[in-house]
Every structure is written in C-alpha cells, then in structure tokens.
C-alpha cells in the first residue's frame, strides 16, 4: 500500500516533465498574491512558495487570524476554523483531544517548541494571545525538522513585527464581550459581560526597529443556548488573560539583522461557580454557587524569548541564522478528592526549556540561475520538566533531558516546474530521570523507582516531489518520518515496577505518506485536495483501567483526505469550503488485524467549513458568515452495564453558524461586531460526547458577542 502509494505519485508527477522545456529554474524573488504563492518558513526552515513544498501546509494570514478573533479570540476556534484536518476545540482551557490528522501535534512560537515529550501540558494552543501574531504556519504530517514531536504536524506562530516607516505608530483595541446585547443585561454577571484592551506602539529609529503590545481580556461568566451557567472545570468562564508581547531589531545593512523577542501569557480563572455533576446522556454538568477547594486553575505564566542573529550573505551563495532561545511555563489543574491520590491534592506542571538552533541555506546557481540548495545546522535543546501538587508531594520526578541533533534538508530543480526534496536529521538524547517515589491512586502502593538515563537515538528522513507547470493542477507526493518520545511522565509516574529499564518508554515512530495536487484556475478558483496515510508501530493511546489511564503501546493505522476550495465570483466577493475525513484503527492483539477503531481522544469527526466574505467597493463595510458542519461518528458499543468507554462514547452531528462583521469610519477608526453560535444553538461538543463521563458531559457557548472600537494613529 505504501510503496503504491509514492510510485503513483511519482508516475503523474514524472509524466509532466514532457511538458517541460527548461532545464532550469529563473530566478524570482517576487511573491505573487495568491494562498499558493504565499512563502512558508516551518517546512524547511528558509522561506518557501507553497506550491513548491510537496506537502500540505496551511497559512491562517494575519487578516484572517484578526477576523476570527473579532468572534472569539480563543486559538484553538481560530484554527478548528480555519485549518482543516484540524480537531475542533474543546471550548475548555486544554486542547485535549484536539489532534492534527489523528496524531499529536507539535505547537511552537516563531519556532520555540511549547509542546513537551517529558509531560504533556495539554495547554500549548493556548499559549499566546492572537493580538500579536502575523500569522500561523500549519504543516500536515509527521515530521521531524525541527525534533522531537510532530506525528501530525507542526503549527507554528509567527509574530509580529514592525514594517511601517513612522518612528512611533500606535493601536487601541477596546472590546466588550458577553451573552447579551443592547438589553438591561448587558453589562451585568448573568449577561457574562466581559472586556478585553489591546494597545500596540510600533516604529522604527533609525537602524533600530520596535513593536510592544499589552492585551487584556476578562470572560465574564459562559453560558449554553438555554442560559445554564458552562461547568466551570477547565473552563473558559471568568478567567483573566494577560499578554505582553516585545519585539526588537536591528538591522545592521541590508543584509544582516539581529532581533530580540519575548512574550509572556497568563490564564487563570477565578469563579463563583463549581461543578454541578450532570448525567451523561441524560442533562449537562453545569455551574452552580460554591466555593472551590483548591487555588486558581490555568496557565500561571508562560515566557517566551529568543534572541536571533540573520545574514542573508555570510559567505558566497549562503546565508545563515542562529538563535538562543527559553520557555518557562508554569500551569495548574483542577482540584481532585481521593482516589485520585490517597489525599485530595491539586497538581501543576512545570517546563524550562533553553535551546540553541543555527542553520544554513547554500544556493547552487550556474549562469545565475537557481539549480540547487542545501541547508544544514544543528539544534541544541535543555528541558527541565516536573509535575508536582501544589501541597509540594511530587507525582512525576523533575525529569532533565539533553537533546542534540545535526540535520540537512535539499532541494534540486530538475527543470524550472519539477522539484525534488529530501533530508534527514539524527536526533541524539538523553533524559536523566532521579531515584523518586510514585504517589499512588486508589488501592495501588507506592513503588520505590531507581532512577537513571533513558537514551534514543533516532534517525529520520523525507522525501518529495512536486510539478508545478500547470497552474490549474499542481501534483506533489511525498514521505517524511516523525517520532515522539510521547508523554514520559505520565508512564513514568504509574510505573508498576521499581526498575526505569523495565518501563516501556520506546518512542512512537511515525511513517507519513501523503499525495495530492493545488489548483488555480484563473482569478476566480483556489482547489487543493490530499490524501494521507500514517503508521506506526508503536502507539501511546490511553486507556481507561479501573478509571485510571494506562498507556497502550499497539500498531495503529491512520488515512484520510483534505479538500479546500475557495471561489472569488465577483469583486469584494469570496465563497470557501473546506472538508475533512479521516479514520483510523489500532492492532490491539498485534496480529495484524487491525479490529478495533483508534477512539475519539485522536480520531475526529468528519468536518465541513464554508464562509461567505464581502468587501464593499470603498474597503469601508467586511461582513463575513462562517459555518461548520460537525458530522456524526459512532464506533464502538457499550458494555453490559450501558457504560462507554472514556474516549468511545458516539458523537452526534451538529451546525454552528458564526458572524463578523466591520466598518471604517476613516484609516484611523474602526467598529467591528463578531457573532459566535449566531442563532443560539444548543449542542454539546465532540470531546464532551466522546468522553463519555458525567462530569465532562458539558455544553458549547450559547450566542456570545464581541463588540470592538480600534483606533490607529
């Protein structure tokens, strides 16, 4: 299936190169408009034209990030939206569940890595506000190009900097939020009346380049389409979240530049309300009045900060970029009673990363024509991870790792439209972990684990090919590898044997096939489909033992198909849709029958997006209506007591309209409004359904309005 897979490809691709009279590649430095001329960075690591990535990759441009911010600001609703392939969003804190193509995703800003293999946080989508970001990169398929865990892709935020030309700019975004509108509940508790401030100073001093925003935002209480106060466990409700965002450079000539980055997040919740356990299938989990038992839950801090040196020429034909780089993240869970631990407690984790990344890109010309390029470097990474309780009992050891890893990436033009990549990276790590005591749950005792080193060793590679002659059909097939040593901790803090070479830590190597083709067809139509196929033979799903979750290590197959299309008809006037299938089964009894289907926590239900968006003639009214269609997915069955599950429980379908709309009164001021769940529709989520447990069994956000007033100046 496999190889059948990429002769296929290579037979369409091969077969255009008849067509192809050049040998060669001309040299264009130009980017024509367009979302398939658009330059990608994360694929290679150097900028990139889409068309010319063999693979699928997906830009959410700074536009686009701002009009759906104008409905919710919430990052894992932009992207459900926006990138398909995409789980949707859970409309909790976490992002648990929300898989790229089934498979774990490796979130980073502007290349600093969020997601960690030593604990997984589950709270890296939301790491940073969308208020400062230029745009988001999202590449489809396992890879390995920037390490360790990437089974599904990579989403990468790029923030802003400054482009203008004035010494100082500036922008003030005032926002109100809530349930209602225009009516005496408006500005009160039961109105979930809430406001967000964002303001922004920008320019340039000579040589010097600067860019600061703060932003604040505060939820009032999340209500569902009946007006019953949202569960307020890993909610969204009356949290508090602060951003600040810095960005220097300077530009020492036109060809070298040096830039300082840093940006911190909080997200912390403070409510009135506590759980009122629901019924699954039967009522939602809701708020009610009451005192919570343990302290505030949400992302204490999050720092981020690079410092980058770029040369675009540092020796003949090649330029090269180095940086330093740190993540301390700090984020507390939900207060849980016994068995949870043989006490109630309240567990955190915390992440400090420190890294070195360094790469050069070699041009090979002949005549000055473009034939070849080469980048190379290596990346150098520190983690310090530990998840204690805030009482101060440790549940999963500080855990250290050391990670070095060489790597190359090529690219040869066989003619001006045949493309042909390949690279690979040699990943060397190793991750101390110290003598500690595991803290039991429920019956189980404590087991005394004598600590050591865990080593790995992993060597991966890709390979491409795209065509690009014909605008109206643009092939590309391609196979690339990733692996991630995934979740250690959470094996590590349920070992059952007092021995760390006995435990089962072997890393999920994952093999991603993918093919598919980009289409333009005049001004009027932009069409891509793909199709993927993914597998490993080793899987790290959870599974739900005596109500605790137990790490199971299976093959496990994933396929599906991506189609996006969007249609400008007419002047000022844009139509898309975008759709995703995909499913996936795990070899439970490793003989190779694949019997059981992989459960919702990684396989979404398939998905339909479409908007409509219209400009008017002068620039000054943008209305934009936007819709998903969230199919039904029912796989497995009950047990003999009626009881799912966790992770298997049938998903039901539901439609979700949302509204955004703007007017500029002149360059300087505008008023926005933004819609979530325009007509008010009572539904529960995906994860809530799947989950299949009383207490997660909670409803999506009712109709919730953003109304802004931005000014420039």
């Known amino acids: 299936m496999k190889k ?7 037979v369409f691709l091969v077969s255009g190169i008849a067509k192809a009279q050049k040998n060669v590649i001309k040299v264009n430095d130009s980017v024509k408009q367009g979302r398939l001329d658009e330059v990608i960075i994360t694929v290679t690591r150097t900028p990139e034209i889409i068309k010319k990535t063999a693979s699928t990759v997906h830009i959410v441009n700074r536009k686009e990030i701002e009009e759906q911010a104008a409905i919710s600001p919430d990052l894992s609703n932009i992207l459900a939206y926006q990138v398909p392939g995409l789980a949707f969003g859970n409309n909790l804190v976490g992002n648990r569940g929300q898989t790229l193509r089934g498979r774990n995703v490796l979130i980073m800003i502007d290349g600093i890595p969020q997601s960690s293999p030593l604990r997984n946080n589950d709270r890296e989508i939301r790491s940073i506000d969308p208020s400062v970001l230029e745009r988001i990169e999202v590449v489809k398929g396992a890879t390995s190009i920037y390490g360790n865990g990437a089974e599904g892709g990579i989403i990468n935020y790029i923030t802003q900097k400054d482009n203008s030309k004035k010494s100082i700019s500036g922008k003030t975004v005032l926002g109100f939020t809530g349930h209602e509108l225009f009516n005496n509940k408006m500005f009160k508790s039961e109105g979930g009346a809430g406001y967000r401030i964002s303001q922004s100073f920008y320019g340039k001093l000579g040589k010097f380049d600067y860019l ?47 830039e300082l980055m840093y940006n911190y997040y909080s997200s912390l919740q403070d409510s009135k309300y506590i759980l009122d356990k629901g019924k699954y299938g039967e009522r939602p989990s809701t708020g009610k009045i009451g005192e919570s038992l343990g302290v505030k839950e949400g992302t204490k801090y999050n720092h981020n900060a690079y410092l980058k040196y770029s040369n675009t020429s540092i020796f003949r034909n090649t330029s090269f970029n180095a940086s330093v780089y740190f993540q301390d993240f700090y984020t507390i869970y939900d207060y849980r009673e016994a068995p949870r631990w043989k006490t109630g407690g309240q567990s955190a984790i915390l992440e400090k990363k420190y890294g070195f990344r360094t790469d050069f890109n070699t041009e090979f010309r002949k005549e000055g024509i473009l034939k070849a390029s080469l980048t190379y470097g290596i990346d150098l990474l520190n983690e310090h991870t530990t998840q204690p309780l805030v009482d101060g009992r440790v549940w999963v050891p500080e855990l250290n790792m050391m990670a070095f890893a060489p790597f190359i990436q090529s690219k040869l033009y066989l003619t001006e439209d045949l493309t042909v990549k390949m690279g690979s990276r040699w990943d060397l790590m190793n991750i101390k972990v110290p003598d500690y005591t595991t803290l039991p749950s429920g019956k189980d005792s404590a087991f005394n684990v004598q600590g050591g080193s865990l080593k790995y060793k992993n060597f991966s590679y890709n390979a491409g090919l795209s065509y690009t002659a014909f605008s109206y059909f643009q092939p590309f097939t391609s196979y690339s590898r990733g692996f991630n040593i995934y979740d250690l901790g959470r094996v590590l803090r349920d070992a059952k044997s007092n021995v760390l070479n006995e435990i089962n830590t072997e890393p999920v190597v994952v093999d991603s096939y993918e093919i598919g083709f980009n289409s333009k067809i005049g001004k009027v139509i932009d069409f891509s489909a793909s199709y993927f196929y993914n597998y490993s033979k080793l899987g790290a799903d959870l599974v739900s033992v005596n109500g605790f979750w137990t790490p199971l290590r299976a093959p496990q197959y994933i396929s599906g198909v991506d189609l996006v299309m969007n249609v400008y008809p007419a002047r000022g006037l844009n139509i898309g849709v975008n759709y995703t299938y995909q499913e996936g089964k795990v070899d439970v009894n490793n003989d190779n029958t694949y019997q059981k289907y992989l459960s919702g926590l990684r396989i979404a239900p398939p998905r339909l997006n479409s908007y409509v968006k219209w400009m008017s003639d ?13 199919f039904k997915r029912d796989r497995f069955s009950p047990d003999k007591s009626g009881k799912y599950e966790e992770g298997e429980g049938p998903v039901e379908s539901f439609n979700l309209f949302n509204f955004q709309g703007s007017y500029k009164f002149n360059q300087f001021i505008m008023l926005g409004l933004g819609v979530e769940n325009l007509f008010n529709k009572t539904y529960f989520t995906p994860t809530s359904m799947y989950t299949a447990r009383d207490a997660e069994y909670v409803r999506g956000n009712g109709r919730y309005y953003t109304l802004t007033l931005s000014f420039k100046y």
């Open 618 to 630: 002068d620039k000054k009214l943008n209305l934009g209506l936007y819709h998903m269609y969230s």
């Open 212 to 258: 600061v925003n703060g932003t604040f935002t505060e939820n009032g209480v999340k209500i569902d389409g009946e007006g019953l106060v949202q569960n307020p466990r890993y909610g969204l409700g009356e949290t508090k979240v602060n951003n600040a965002f810095a960005k220097l450079g300077y530009s020492f000539n036109d060809k070298s530049r040096i």
């Open 4 to 10: 059948t897979l990429l002769c296929l490809g290579s």
